[in-house]
């Protein structure tokens, strides 16, 4: 079982930045391939990146590619998700995910909202 927590969303204008941190308990964090998901109001939840366990490995939606950076540090049993020139479209809930085989972990969520 892995818990995460997610934090650093808020609010912050277009163009601006943030920084969002996923937490894991557990000692296998390593071993976990871990994602960034989002879910805008209406929507259906959306892949916007994964990192693999080693960090040697990353993938993005073509919506992000270029503005986002997923990365992760397994020391602090930690993934994180730079978002740079962010958009009024990304405006969402962003949601952490590990994976090992068939298991899924999600996050409770942290809300980003980009507005003038």
């Known amino acids: 079982q892995v818990q995460l927590v997610e934090s650093g969303g808020g609010l912050v204008q277009p163009g601006g930045s943030l920084r969002l941190s996923c937490v894991a308990s557990?000692?296998?964090?390593?071993?976990?391939?871990m994602g960034w998901f989002r879910q805008a109001p209406g929507k259906e939840r959306e892949f916007v990146a994964t990192i693999s366990w080693s960090g040697g490995i990353t993938s993005y939606a073509d919506s992000v590619k270029g503005r986002f950076t997923i990365s992760r540090d397994n020391a602090k049993n930690t993934v994180y998700l730079q978002m740079n020139s962010l958009k009024l479209e990304d405006t969402a809930v962003y949601y952490c995910?590990?994976?090992?085989?068939?298991?899924?972990?999600w996050g409770q969520g942290t809300q980003v909202t980009v507005s003038s």
């Open positions: 995910n590990a994976g090992l085989g068939s298991s899924v972990f």
């Open positions: 557990g000692r296998t964090f390593s071993r976990y391939v």
